[in-house]
């Protein structure tokens, strides 16, 4: 790995970022910030459909022209396909009530769908959207957001770090701390991997962190409060909930998607460099 885009920042406290399971671990624990600021992004919005407001978006992802999403809250969770020029829900299942459904990601057919405090995730079968088993994760703090590179899961906790897990046995093989030159960057929620980065958005914040997958190091961050201005013109978004959530992308086609917790619209945007 290189180091050298990397400084130590002046407030050397508390985690082993970049170094964790590298170094041993000592008293001194040291936090290794980014010596550069990342790049600012704005966005153009190439276009908007149809989303449904009962949609407490936890996971978004695009798959074979369909975009499949999952909702959150206890009670309310929900797995769907969801045609794209219409919003219309075409496929649904409910999770049992017990759980909060969280982010998820599809693999092999399979949906993997995490929830949020049971450390628990389940595995679902595209096509009849029956579950067939679940797993466990016991490292990491609880299930946020899901995407996936070519050998791995990809898990975001509500801290400032990220999982890579095993596609197949689902155990947690590593992870990775986020950082800009100046802070941990904490609450990355709804994950995407677009051209070997990961995005993530931050929960509350409006805002997309484009990370390094080796290094956790933020190299750019979209700036998206523009859209929750945008929403507010056709609905009243409750402050700090009905917020910012849920990134696809279309490889093909190279389309950007985002959402929010019951946005009554989904956005294909454009990310422009500042
Ligand atoms: N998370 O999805 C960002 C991980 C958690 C969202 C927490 C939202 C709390 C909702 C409480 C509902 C009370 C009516
Ligand atoms: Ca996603």
């Not at 769907?80 to 759980?99: A, F, H, M, N, S």
């Not at 679940?134 to 050998?151: C, H, I, P, R, V």
């Not at 990775?176 to 802070?183: A, E, G, K, P, S």
């Amino acid at each position: 790995i290189n180091t050298t885009n990397l400084g130590v920042g002046k407030h050397s406290i508390s985690a082993l970022a970049f170094f964790e399971g590298k170094t041993k671990k000592t008293n001194a624990f040291i936090e290794v910030f980014a010596n550069k600021k990342p790049a600012i992004y704005n966005f153009k919005i190439v276009n908007t459909y149809p989303h449904d407001t009962k949609a407490y978006t936890q996971g978004l992802e695009y798959y074979n022209g369909f975009l499949y999403e999952t909702t959150g809250r206890r009670g309310q969770s929900t797995l769907r396909k969801v045609e794209i020029k219409t919003g219309k829900v075409l496929q649904k299942v409910d999770l049992d009530k017990k759980y909060f459904g969280e982010g998820m990601t599809i693999v092999n057919n399979k949906i993997i769908w995490l929830t949020w405090e049971n450390k628990k995730g389940f595995v679902y079968d595209l096509e009849t959207f029956k579950q067939e088993k679940e797993f466990a994760y016991n490292k990491s703090k609880e299930g946020w957001g899901l995407t996936q590179n070519k050998d791995q899961l990809i898990k975001s906790d509500g801290t400032n770090k990220i999982w890579f897990l095993d596609k197949e046995t689902f155990k947690e093989k590593k992870s990775i701390q986020v950082y800009t030159h100046d802070r941990a960057l904490e609450s990355l929620n709804e994950l995407e991997l677009i051209d070997g980065k990961i995005y993530g958005n931050i929960y509350q914040k409006s805002a997309i962190a484009i990370i390094n997958p080796e290094t956790g190091i933020v190299e750019g961050l979209a700036d998206l409060r523009s859209l929750e201005k945008e929403m507010a013109k056709t609905q009243k978004l409750v402050a700090n909930d009905e917020v910012l959530n849920g990134i696809a992308y279309d490889k093909e086609n190279n389309r950007i998607f985002v959402t929010g917790k019951y946005w009554g619209k989904l956005f294909e945007i454009e990310l422009i460099k500042k």
